[in-house]
């Protein structure tokens, strides 16, 4: 359970003590996990010694989970049970679902969508939770102690569902999400680090599923993203599904089973990977071990690489025209970028690196094996969100919220708020009024995209603002704020200025431990455990209490002076009653204690940060960083 | 130094200036982001990171308005208390006027017509009238003519405006 404690703004509790953090890729097809040791970043290799694993899962059963090569074993004998590249479904609806193409069967859901499998119906997010459970065992394993926390890497041109999505499967996981990175932005930090040298670059991150293009400029320790362009759903399963469409034209077959065609599609893979690192024999030939059609007949795919390149151009050309979006937003010309990062295996394809060298004019970086550099920059920022700084190691990302923000106005016409490309966090607020004689509420309706009609945007949240007093048409003064975080989440606060009426929509995580469920655990914990164990977590929470009171002390003799009288009364009174119940011997008394003391110093805290910032500055010497 | 909230020149530790240098501007805004953003304080209460991320999505806002040249002078008239009223001033001097009209006939004909040469020549033209506008806008906010500024800011606004127009019809 967190601690809120008020420390030093910028220095770590516990500053001589290592906290380990690590980073991790959620692929479409593979996932790693990555941890900076003795200054390094470096992956984590899984038990068998594999730094990539599998993002698939397989529920037997038995009701127990295989996650990686496991789950893949059973992709031919139970192709609709052995759920893969799950990450095209983050965030989406049921109605996505259906629209994706996917083999699986779908189930409505109240908040999303669930996949039906043999054994068990699980959401996306509880695919991506098991998944990294492993990741997390593995890390713990291998570490040799407990996470504070992971960065956890996203396409830049996710959305504010997918990313929640994503937020919501870590927590589920128990780990404590310190940031979700971009993943354009994880391979600039493992490639700038590595290099050191200023300028713009063009990330050119082409993953299983996803297609991400960022141009970041690097100087005086800033990784600042100007422009960042994608699409959600292209990547290499595209790729090895237009090897599958075409073997099946020329062979006159338009109905395979489920099983044939998870064969065929992984025969594919293989086919193209073999196609990238073969540049002397140009023809494979692949065996499908299933029969078709008849039995004893299989499937032997062929082609060479000048054929699969003519059928792998379309897609080549998508990207290409995301490049151009993304220098057109941020004013470059393709001789303003000083080179070109290759992000994703699917990058290894010699198609599109002499695309790539052809647009950009120049060799593109690739000396960073391209699976692996997305979870070494997340492992960097980790290592350095943790509170792991030595002096001189200070650079700072300044990242940019993908796809423009909106809301919907009368007409079904959409008000864009923040445009696309803006820095984040931003803060933007604009005014609405109301259109009828004595509304007394107004429905927000908050959008994404780039449209100007609503029905064309992603509908993000719905909400109402209720209270208005009656007034006449267009009299009321609606300020609606748009705040977009650092990890790219959105909330919306509406708010009605002479009245003060508020009303607001926050991220709120679907999955994640109420109070009452960390109370109810306690207590739980409590009734079963013997008398050491009891007296274990006596002594945990008398620690915590006694840690709280001694920084509020600390606090309160340094910036009193921030507090009114009754404000400071009242704070020593909370500060009393937490020590009085930390001398007692129940648990959950001096836990409600703890939580009583952190909210009532809660704005004491933000004051205390506020005059810290100032002072920073104010005050500071040109030369006096971090 | 006092940091009210919306002091944008001041929480840079930049003057007050419609002359700028933009590398001056980046480095100041990178000094700011490097003390607020809340990756700087990822150890911190929710309370704390809170107040970090409103410093820094305040410095963001800063950096975009004074980065612009157009959204500067705007800044800098409307700080000074004169309200550009750009939606219900719609007065502009007769000349102003009659060149406006002139440029949306020249735009419809280029749209109409399509001629490669014509829009690179209009794009110069008005590209050239900018860069007037520019330097007497510069002239009457140094002199602290900032009602005079005003007007001028909103034929600048215009300009813009049609620019934006002939850039999108560009061929890229």
Redesign the interface.
């Known amino acids: 359970m967190a601690l809120?404690?008020?420390?030093e703004?910028?220095e770590?509790?516990a500053p001589h003590q290592r906290?380990l953090a690590v980073g991790i890729d959620l692929g479409t097809t593979h996932s790693l996990v990555a941890a900076v040791r003795s200054s390094v970043a470096e992956v984590l290799p899984d038990e068998h010694g594999h730094y990539l694993v599998a993002s698939a899962l397989y529920v037997d059963a038995d009701q127990a989970s295989h996650v990686g090569q496991a789950a893949l074993s059973h992709q031919v004998a139970h192709p609709l049970d052995t759920l893969v590249s799950i990450k095209r479904l983050m965030g989406r609806s049921y109605e996505d679902a259906l629209a994706s193409g996917m083999p699986y069967q779908f189930l409505p859901d109240a908040q999303s969508v669930k996949i039906h499998t043999s054994h068990a119906d699980l959401s996306p997010v509880e695919v991506a939770a098991q998944i990294l459970q492993k990741l997390k065992v593995l890390a713990e394993g291998t570490l040799g102690d407990a996470l504070v926390g992971a960065v956890i890497t996203v396409p830049a041109y996710f959305d504010d569902a997918q990313r929640q999505a994503t937020r919501d499967a870590a927590r589920l996981a128990g780990l404590n999400v310190?940031?979700l990175l971009n993943e354009p932005t994880a391979a600039a930090i493992a490639y700038g680090l590595d290099h050191g040298s200023e300028g713009v670059y063009a990330v050119y991150d082409l993953g299983g599923g996803t297609f991400d293009m960022s141009l970041l400029r690097l100087?005086?320790?800033?990784f600042?993203v100007i422009a960042t362009g994608g699409d959600t759903a292209l990547g290499g399963d595209d790729f090895d599904a237009l090897i599958v469409e075409d073997a099946l034209r020329t062979l006159g077959l338009d109905n395979i089973s489920h099983a044939e065609r998870r064969s065929l599609l992984s025969a594919a893979r293989r086919l193209r990977e073999a196609l990238s690192d073969t540049p002397t024999a140009d023809t494979i030939h692949t065996e499908h071990t299933q029969p078709i059609s008849q039995p004893g007949a299989c499937i032997a795919l062929s082609l060479s690489r000048a054929q699969f390149e003519v059928l792998a151009q379309p897609l080549i050309d998508q990207t290409l025209a995301c490049a151009?979006r993304a220098l057109?937003d941020a004013n470059l010309l393709v001789s303003d970028i000083k080179g070109v990062v290759m992000v994703g295996g699917a990058t290894r394809m010699p198609i599109v690196r002499a695309a790539v060298h052809t647009f950009f004019g120049s060799t593109p970086l690739t000396d960073l094996d391209p699976d692996q550099v997305v979870a070494l920059g997340a492992a960097l920022q980790a290592n350095?969100?943790?509170?792991n700084r030595h002096p001189g190691e200070?650079w700072?990302?300044?990242d940019v919220t993908p796809l423009t923000l909106g809301m919907e106005t009368m007409g079904g016409l959409v008000e864009h708020i923040i445009p696309r490309n803006?820095?984040?966090?931003?803060?933007?607020a604009q005014e609405f009024t109301t259109f009828k004689d004595g509304q007394t509420a107004l429905a927000i309706h908050v959008v994404q995209g780039e449209r100007d009609l609503v029905s064309d945007c992603r509908s993000l949240a719905r909400f109402e603002l209720r209270g208005i007093p009656p007034m006449v048409a267009g009299a009321a003064r609606i300020r609606v704020t748009f705040?977009v975080?650092?990890d790219g989440l959105l909330s919306v606060t509406a708010r009605e200025i002479a009245s003060g009426v508020e009303a607001s929509v926050t991220v709120k995580p679907s999955y994640g431990l109420s109070d009452e469920d960390v109370a109810r655990m306690l207590t739980e914990g409590m009734a079963q455990a013997d008398h050491d164990a009891q007296m274990r977590m006596l002594r945990e929470q008398q620690v915590d209490a006694a840690q709280l009171i001694e920084s509020v002390q600390a606090a309160l003799s340094a910036d009193a002076d921030l507090l009114t009288a009754a404000e400071q009364t009242r704070i020593e009174q909370q500060l009393q009653a937490t020590q009085r119940s930390a001398t007692g011997d129940d648990v959950e008394a001096i836990r409600l204690a703890i939580k009583a003391l952190?909210t009532a110093t809660?704005d004491f805290?933000?004051k205390r940060?506020?005059r810290s910032?100032?002072a920073?500055?104010?005050g500071?010497s040109?030369d006096d960083?971090? | 130094m006092t940091l009210n909230e919306q002091d944008h020149f001041a929480l840079f530790g930049l003057p007050r200036s419609f002359v700028l240098d933009a590398g001056v501007l980046d480095a100041a805004w990178k000094r700011v982001a490097m003390t607020v953003h809340p990756d700087r304080f990822a150890t911190a209460s929710a309370v704390e990171k809170r107040v970090a991320m409103q410093w820094s999505a305040r410095a963001n806002e800063a950096y975009r308005i004074l980065r612009d040249p157009l959204s500067r002078a705007r800044y800098l008239c409307e700080s000074a208390g004169v309200d550009l009223q750009t939606e219900t001033n719609t007065s502009m001097s007769a000349d102003f006027l009659m060149q406006q009209m002139q440029w949306h006939e020249q735009l419809d004909d280029i749209r109409d017509s399509g001629d490669v040469k014509d829009c690179a020549a209009f794009a110069a033209e008005l590209s050239d009238a900018l860069t007037v506008t520019t330097a007497t806008v510069q002239q009457l906010l140094e002199a602290k003519q900032y009602s005079e500024a005003a007007a001028r800011i909103r034929e600048w606004m215009f300009l813009d405006k049609i620019i934006t127009q002939v850039r999108a019809f560009e061929p890229t």
Do not use: F, N, W
């Not at chain 1, 100087?219 to 800033?222: I, K, Q, T």
């Not at chain 1, 350095?384 to 509170?387: I, M, Q």
């Not at chain 1, 803006?422 to 933007?428: D, H, Y």
């Open positions: 809120l404690q008020i420390s703004p910028g770590s509790p906290r310190l940031r100087s005086r320790g800033v600042e151009r057109k350095l969100l943790a509170g200070d700072l990302l300044l803006s820095t984040i966090p931003v803060a933007r705040q975080d650092a952190s809660d805290a933000a940060m506020d910032i100032r920073a500055l104010t500071r040109l960083v971090g």
